[in-house]
């Protein structure tokens, strides 16, 4: 479907509700961002996890019991014993989401109210599995035919319904009773570009009138670190503050932070905003995504994200030449982060050099399927304040990421169109191009 069809549904952004390592709400992460406040740190929340020197972007502030106090309903509160927290920050940014849009869910059409979101895939630590997992022991030896008759009694009962990714977008469902389309998304951290473009066609095919579309991610777990330990490129600067080591695109980058979060936008169709009075913070213009794996098996991330790249603009209508800024992957690993910016350079050719470059995982650290969403919302609400968001961490220039990288002050900006990029370790790219109101 060509952008220039009159026939084209024009879908705009009314609301944001976000939980970050930076803050929770639109006002506590636009103020560290303006303060250049990392949200990256020694973690908290666990006394111990196998992340180098336990360090991590945790939301330090968020705990089932400040969930149940400040950002759930009581039925919610109810719920919240089946819920891990990557379901309850989810939840909790939906609720956030919906008083910042302002939308009167009693005056709703329900039919016409959907939801699209992204996790990660969940996992439950070890001690909710240890009780059945030692009734199928014998002595130390676990004892694979008697986890039926033995083990499976020690389960906590429901305990499934606490590690399902489509489970947030049940509990925000119910919550809103959305009864128009509900899908779940589970694609690491190309979960929320594509949640936003699964939302934006089907408002677009007249499907519905309002989507809330957004991810959760947890990588901050006894299992996931160490899944991420030993498989993914970490950093580790164990003599300097942890708020420096997240550094996209810096020669000196050794690999990624991790993190977590939450992130839901509400799209809706300008006409249905407009009449109900909805404050417009953005547009989605238009959205893409694309894998590529060599036939050795071995991922591309370049040519996952150039196709990702080119598929996003053609379907919003616009060239490389209309873009004022790039929100980038910004991974802080060395292949990712070289790969990318290769990738930017085939797409926008000799122009890359002006074009700023921002990458807030230098705030954030990688929350894996949340992160998409949480960039995206740092530039819309750095937009809405008149300027680009800054990145941190960045004083050593990379030969191999010739970018024109957005450091120390944040400068002011005109042209509010922008592009933001995520692609997954498999080489799995999602990318959508919006523009701030």
């Not at 035919?145 to 977008?169: I, V």
Request: with cysteine.
């Amino acid at each position: 479907m060509s952008n220039s069809s009159n026939s084209r549904r024009k879908i705009v952004i009314t609301g944001v509700g976000l939980i970050s390592p930076i803050g929770i709400g639109v006002e506590a992460f636009w103020n560290s961002m303006q303060a250049k406040r990392s949200g990256v740190a020694k973690v908290e929340l666990l006394s111990a996890t196998a992340l180098p020197s336990n360090v991590a972007g945790e939301v330090k502030d968020f705990t089932e019991e400040s969930a149940k106090k400040l950002y759930f309903t009581r039925d919610q509160k109810k719920s919240a014993k089946v819920m891990c927290r990557e379901i309850q920050l989810g939840v909790a940014a939906a609720n956030l989401a919906l008083e910042n849009c302002g939308l009167d869910l009693s005056s709703t059409d329900h039919n016409r109210l959907g939801v699209e979101f992204g996790a990660n895939q969940m996992f439950s630590p070890p001690e909710d599995l240890s009780d059945g997992c030692w009734r199928a022991s014998d002595n130390y030896d676990f004892q694979f035919n008697e986890w039926g008759p033995k083990g499976f009694g020690g389960m906590q009962p429901l305990w499934l319904l606490k590690y399902l990714p489509n489970m947030p977008a049940c509990h925000i469902g119910i919550h809103a009773d959305a009864q128009g389309p509900n899908n779940s998304l589970t694609m690491a951290e190309a979960s929320g570009n594509s949640a936003l473009g699964e939302a934006l066609r089907i408002i677009e095919r007249d499907r519905a009138d309002i989507m809330l579309a957004g991810t959760c991610g947890v990588r901050i777990h006894p299992v996931k670190a160490l899944h991420a330990t030993l498989w993914d490129r970490l950093a580790n600067f164990p003599d300097q503050d942890p708020s420096t080591w997240s550094r996209p695109f810096d020669a000196t980058r050794q690999g990624q932070v991790v993190g977590e979060g939450a992130c839901v936008f509400i799209l809706e169709e300008e006409q249905h905003a407009k009449a109900r009075g909805a404050k417009i913070m953005g547009q989605v213009m238009g959205a893409a995504s694309s894998c590529a794996i060599e036939r050795s098996g071995k991922p591309n991330f370049k040519q996952a994200l150039v196709n990702a790249l080119r598929g996003a603009l053609r379907d919003a209508g616009v060239s490389p030449d209309d873009v004022g800024h790039i929100n980038a992957h910004g991974l802080s690993d060395q292949l990712i982060d070289a790969e990318e910016a290769a990738a930017l350079q085939e797409v926008f050719g000799s122009r890359l050099a002006s074009i700023p470059v921002t990458a807030p995982k230098s705030f954030l650290g990688n929350s894996g399927a949340a992160s998409g969403t949480l960039e995206l919302a740092a530039s819309l609400i750095a937009l809405q304040n008149g300027v680009l968001p800054t990145t941190l961490n960045y004083k050593n220039p990379d030969p191999a990421c010739p970018l024109n990288v957005v450091s120390g002050e944040s400068p002011a900006v005109t042209n509010k169109l922008f592009v933001s990029l995520s692609v997954t370790n498999a080489a799995q790219a999602s990318v959508v191009v919006a523009c701030g109101a």
